[in-house]
Every structure is written in C-alpha cells, then in structure tokens.
C-alpha cells in the first residue's frame, strides 16, 4: 500500500466532499471511511487486507484532524447554521446536533441565545393552528421539540 496515494486520494475526494456541502467532523470522517473502506475506486474493499484498512482509518483521522486545524471543518460554525436554519425547539435542536456528533459545549450557548426566537416560533405555529383544540396544538408543538413551559407561556401571553 503506497500511503502517499491514499493520502493524496482521501484528500482530494475530502476537498471534492466539502465543496459540495458543509458537514461536521464525525460526518466527514465517516464520508471518507464509507468511499474508501466500502468500495474504493481502483480497488474492490474485499481485496483490502485488514492492514491496509486499519491504516486507511488512520490516514482518514489525520486528513480529518488536518482538516480541522485549517479550518476547514468547524463544528461549532456547522451547529450555529444548522440552529439558525432549523425552526425546531430546543429539545430537537440538541437531538439532532448530538446526533451528529458534535460535543455540546459548542452549541449549549447558541440554544440559550435561541431562547428568543423560540419563543416567537411557537407564537406563530399557535397563530397558524389558531380555532383547533389545544391540547393537539400543544402535541404538536412538544412534537416539534419546543418545552412545555415555553408552550404554555406562549398560550398565556395571548390569552
């Protein structure tokens, strides 16, 4: 195995990857392990001896570390943009971004600073279920991953 090659090649097809679409750390490794570990290109991945995918794994850390030292990836930026660009509460929010991986002391902050906007989210959810029962509205809204709390503050700064 010519570690130099698979450098090169996990390397180029991680640029080609991030130029399509931003992902968090973990996804990206995980992208790099799937193309070159499940059916690399040149190379069918049964013919892969043990060997060389343990250290096809390890070239996939270092790009990933490396990756991340340029600033290529950043979980903390991925997390803000997916909070901003999700109309969900709280809850679901901090789901899906453990989900992803990404450790939660870089996004617990930008949940606190969502608070706000959470509030007015579910404000208008209610307005836009305005004459249905309250009790499938509030369903619907805990669904959504917003507290029951906010819900019923919501409820009661309209009333």
């Known amino acids: ?14 640029i080609s990857v991030l130029r399509r679409r931003d992902l968090t750390t ?15 290109p040149g190379k069918n991945a049964e013919s892969l001896t043990d060997e060389e995918r343990e250290k096809i794994g390890e070239l996939a850390q270092q790009i990933t570390e490396d990756f991340v030292r340029r600033g290529f990836l950043d979980d903390r930026a991925w997390a803000e943009t997916f909070i901003e660009n999700h109309r ?17 002391a870089l996004w617990e902050g930008k949940l606190e600073e969502n608070k706000e906007r959470e509030l007015l ?3 208008k959810l209610i ?26 503050k919501a409820f009661s700064n309209r009333e």
């Open 127 to 152: 307005g836009k279920q305005e004459g249905k029962d309250r009790q499938k509205v509030i369903a619907s809204l805990l669904r959504r991953g917003f507290a029951l709390e906010d819900i019923q």
């Open 88 to 104: 969900y509460g709280g809850k679901k929010l901090a789901w899906a971004l453990r989900r992803q991986g990404i450790d939660p």
């Open 1 to 14: 195995m010519d570690e130099k090659k698979w450098t090169a090649r996990l390397r180029a097809y991680g």
């Open 121 to 123: 989210e579910i404000r």
């Open 26 to 40: 973990q996804a990206f490794q995980e992208k790099l392990r799937q193309k070159f570990l499940s059916g690399s």
